[in-house]
């Protein structure tokens, strides 16, 4: 029989001791928190933890807490240290999570579980491990219930946990703490950046009167008026195709995803097909329509093309629109997706369990135009904030891809 491991494939220079091998009830004492619900939620209080959040807003290692309760006699109050589990969840691999709660003197609500681990146990080394190693395994194995699932400490007293010496486990819980903070921070300049598009998207485009409520300096007449039909002509997608048309050929085709998903479209998000010279090409500046979705709000997404690649087509269940006078195709593509115009498009859908709308109706919506110059200052501004969301969106997921590599690496 092949020796079990007893180290991990990566470590820390200078650890070499073998990882030892335990059951968490040799090693923890356990509790459980006291009856709390979110109807006992207050304005101010006492800081509580419920078991809810360990789903709705996970960390390793809780620090702040942001939800009160009036405190009742024979609460459960934090040490500090402790580890907790929930004892109740909707699956066994969502109940199967641990957090660390840092500060003493916050309330632990009911259907926590409480882990005491004892001097030898780091507690952010064992919550890490609980929600992503072997134990996270053996914990969903254990958990009992259909609809709603359970976990109780008689089960959690059983479960197998392989462990270095507590320096090794400190310094193995202090790079995922450094790596979880980076992560924390990317996604809060990511979220600031959308927050920051969107306000821009509701103040820098005229509404009827004209005139913008944001402007860049030295801007000041007012806006032309007019509809879209009066500034460019629509066409239609592919027609006249079979399921066996399509995954070949020289050609390609913008894909609905593409157009539902990005203002300006991903030259990448095509497909192949044949060259068919009766079928419409989409050129530099098209702007495209989806004609159809599941609820209004989702009808009529457009996308602006910046591409110039011959032989690629719209696919047939949108509709292009090309300007007839010069537009700059970055402000087409955010003012097509601006609030003001959202709005219009919206209101044109028709249908019941699915909504439609036509190219007539969407060349008779009024819209604004600057000059050209205005133009290019505000599609450069919305062209550099994607750049900045699109480089946080890739940072995100190269540390999310670095940490899952080292979970899968640095433990047993």
């Not at 976990?151 to 270095?164: A, R, W």
């Not at 009529?300 to 629109?321: I, P």
Request: net charge neutral; with cysteine; glycine share 8%.
């Amino acid at each position: 029989m092949k020796d079990e491991k007893k180290a991990p494939k990566l470590r820390f220079k200078g650890f070499t001791d073998d990882w030892e091998q335990c059951k968490l009830g040799d090693v923890a004492n356990f509790s459980k928190g006291t009856g709390y619900s979110k109807s006992d939620l207050k304005g101010t209080g006492s800081p509580i933890i419920l078991y809810g959040r360990l789903y709705t807003k996970y960390e390793t290692i809780i620090r702040n807490v942001d939800t009160f309760v009036v405190p009742k006699s024979g609460s459960v109050f934090s040490k500090g240290g402790e580890v907790i589990v929930p004892g109740s969840g909707e699956t066994a691999e969502d109940i199967s999570i641990a957090s660390v709660v840092e500060p003493a003197g916050i309330l632990l609500g009911g259907d926590l579980n409480i882990i005491y681990p004892n001097s030898d146990l780091d507690p952010a080394f064992l919550a890490i491990t609980i929600s992503n190693g072997k134990p996270h395994f053996d914990m969903a194995r254990r958990a009992q219930g259909k609809s709603v699932v359970h976990l109780h400490n008689v089960d959690l007293k059983h479960i197998l946990l392989k462990t270095p010496n507590l320096s090794e486990q400190k310094r193995i819980s202090k790079i995922f703490e450094s790596l979880d903070h980076t992560i924390t921070l990317h996604e809060e300049k990511k979220r600031q950046l959308e927050c920051l598009k969107s306000a821009l998207l509701q103040k820098m485009f005229a509404d009827e009167n004209g005139y913008p409520a944001v402007r860049f300096r030295g801007f000041d007449e007012a806006w032309k008026q007019c509809k879209l039909g009066d500034v460019g002509q629509t066409y239609t997608g592919l027609s006249g195709k079979s399921k066996e048309d399509f995954g070949h050929g020289k050609a390609r085709f913008v894909t609905y995803m593409n157009i539902y998903s990005n203002p300006v479209s991903d030259l990448n998000m095509v497909e192949p097909i044949e060259i068919d010279e009766r079928q419409n090409e989409v050129q530099y500046g098209d702007a495209f329509f989806t004609t159809s979705s599941e609820t209004p709000e989702e009808v009529g997404m457009a996308s602006v093309w910046t591409g110039d690649e011959k032989h690629t087509y719209l696919n047939s269940f949108c509709f292009g629109y090309r300007p007839i006078s010069k537009i700059n195709p970055y402000y087409l593509a955010y003012m097509l997706n601006s609030q003001s115009l959202r709005r219009k498009i919206v209101i044109l859908a028709q249908g019941i369990s699915r909504y439609n709308i036509s190219k007539k109706s969407v060349m008779e919506i009024p819209a604004s135009l600057p000059s050209a110059e205005e133009q290019n200052r505000i599609g450069l501004i919305f062209k550099d904030l994607d750049q900045s969301i699109t480089l946080y969106e890739h940072k995100l997921e190269l540390l999310k891809r670095l940490k899952s590599s080292l979970l899968q690496n640095m433990f047993i």
